[in-house]
């Protein structure tokens, strides 16, 4: 099996904001869509791992991003497994333009989830082997995530049906939307992501309210988000902004 997967896109008015870029939630679509359709080719895709009652989690996530695509924009997703270990697997993700540029590059961390236990599962060396996964003896590093004593603002929201991914869990993207939403509009529009480090640390499920909580540094332009439920972190991320 060929180890770097690589799809091709053509970027909608859809996928993107007011300022004609890619949305950071549809950006993490498109990561979770190229990384499920190579799963799938070796039997290991989302419907693959829920008839053993399992499913992906992603754990950690750190995002370099050079230049986000624009609406109408062609573009080629691609995806490749970089290693496991005894429960971890890690895969990288990009971006690439049509001059073959790299524009989004992407680390990653999951987890197979035992979906009626709601524990982690060892990671399968036979389905690492077969997508060429090397054995890891030392863990990647992702940036270490720590919450701020306090934060400038906060919203709250319901978790909505259409918020849950066949984990029966908040999915990947929402995360991301309720962080970005936070921030300013005008900030949003004269400012571009540069880096993301996120990391997912408790499952928020169906009817639960989540408090999405902010700090923006402007001098450094970072921002810090917290997103919490019933006082519990559920996720921490620390994006740095330039302006456009």
């Not at 549809?26 to 008839?51: P, R, Y």
């Not at 408090?211 to 439920?229: F, G, M, R």
Request: aromatic fraction near 10%; charge should be negative.
């Amino acid at each position: 099996m060929e180890k770097i997967f690589k799809e091709e896109h053509q970027v909608t008015y859809g996928d993107c904001d007011e300022t004609g870029k890619i949305q950071l939630p549809k950006l993490i679509e498109h990561f979770m869509k190229v990384s499920n359709d190579q799963l799938t080719q070796g039997n290991a895709g989302i419907h693959d791992l829920l008839k053993q009652n399992l499913g992906w989690v992603v754990v950690e996530y750190h995002l370099d991003l050079e230049r986000l695509p624009e609406a109408g924009e062609k573009i080629t997703v691609t995806t490749n497994g970089s290693g496991y270990n005894r429960f971890f697997e890690y895969r990288d993700c990009g971006i690439i333009d049509s001059t073959n540029k790299k524009m989004v590059d992407v680390k990653s961390q999951w987890v197979i989830l035992d979906l009626k236990n709601r524990k982690i599962t060892e990671a399968d060396s036979q389905m690492m082997e077969k997508f060429g996964n090397p054995y890891l003896k030392h863990m990647p590093r992702f940036k270490r995530l720590r919450p701020l004593k306090d934060y400038e603002s906060s919203k709250t929201y319901a978790v909505r049906y259409y918020d849950l991914d066949t984990n029966h869990h908040l999915t990947n993207s929402v995360y991301f939307d309720w962080m970005i939403d936070t921030l300013p509009r005008e900030f949003l529009n004269s400012h571009t992501a540069k880096s993301v480090d996120i990391s997912f640390k408790k499952e928020v499920q169906y009817g639960d309210q989540a408090v999405s909580e902010l700090t923006l540094d402007q001098d450094t332009l970072t921002s810090y988000h917290l997103i919490s439920n019933q006082g519990e972190i559920s996720a921490l991320a620390e994006i740095s902004w330039r302006e456009n």
